[in-house]
T-cell receptor, first 113, second 114 residues
Framework: KAGVTQTPRYLIKTRGQQVTLSCSPISGHRSVSWYQQTPGQGLQFLFEYFSETQRNKGNFPGRFSGRQFSNSRSEMNVSTLELGDSALYLC????????????FGSGTRLTVV | DQQVKQNSPSLSVQEGRISILNCDYTNSMFDYFLWYKKYPAEGPTFLISISSIKDKNEDGRFTVFLNKSAKHLSLHIVPSQPGDSAVYFCAASVYQGGSEKLVFGKGTKLTVNP
């Protein structure tokens, strides 16, 4: 079966711009979580959506937002980009019942210049 | 406040020997622990997990040990193979805000030398 698909794979943006990243989960998976990976901080939890509702949110500023559609696809948006937002953004999907069922996508590498 | 710590950023071992990756945590509410493996330019892939009510779980060459009193877990890889070279993330699961959330360590880069 198809895995978790994240688009685009790479992105370069300028400070102050905004960006939207997309994640298509495994068919049948209703939970989508987003993580930010940076060399110094590892993977940090951004938020989790289940059936179009945000169930959990990490400690990120309001510039980071997300949403989930009825087909479980999810988008995350970052507004007013800062240099420190440069990172690998990972999406993970699951059935929603167990963390062991998380499947990660390959990520979107965002570079802010 | 880092709740899951992997204090060794890197580890180098010889092929055929044992690799031991360590992880410490601070939150007693964690109920499940997982190890993920990550290659460059790919997302993390699930490797092995252990429930907080157990102290050992084995899957082929991979064994995870949990010491709850010390709030410590470790991943043993025996024997190590060059294909095991990757970044390994320790993660802990906690039920919060109505759903499960994974808290990750910063990762340990394992290099297995032929």
């Amino acid at each position: 079966k198809a895995g978790v698909t994240q688009t685009p794979r790479y992105l370069i943006k300028t400070r102050g711009q905004q960006v939207t990243l997309s994640c298509s989960p495994i068919s049948g998976h209703r939970s989508v979580s987003w993580y930010q990976q940076t060399p110094g901080q590892g993977l940090q939890f951004l938020f989790e959506y289940f059936s179009e509702t945000q169930r959990n949110k990490g400690n990120f500023p309001g510039r980071f937002s997300g949403r989930q559609f009825s087909n479980s696809r999810s988008e995350m948006n970052v507004s007013t980009l800062e240099l420190g937002d440069s990172a690998l953004y990972l999406c993970a999907s699951s059935l929603g019942s167990s963390s062991a069922g998380y499947t990660f996508g390959s990520g979107t590498r965002l570079t802010v210049v | 406040d880092q709740q899951v710590k992997q204090n060794s950023p890197s580890l180098s071992v010889q092929e055929g020997r044992i690799s031991i990756l360590n992880c410490d945590y601070t939150n007693s509410m964690f109920d499940y622990f997982l190890w993920y493996k990550k290659y460059p330019a790919e997302g993390p892939t699930f490797l092995i997990s252990i429930s907080s009510i157990k102290d050992k779980n084995e899957d082929g060459r991979f064994t995870v040990f949990l010491n709850k009193s010390a709030k410590h877990l470790s991943l043993h890889i025996v024997p190590s193979q060059p294909g095991d070279s990757a970044v390994y993330f320790c993660a802990a699961s906690v039920y919060q805000g109505g759903s499960e959330k994974l808290v990750f360590g910063k990762g340990t880069k394992l290099t297995v030398n032929p």
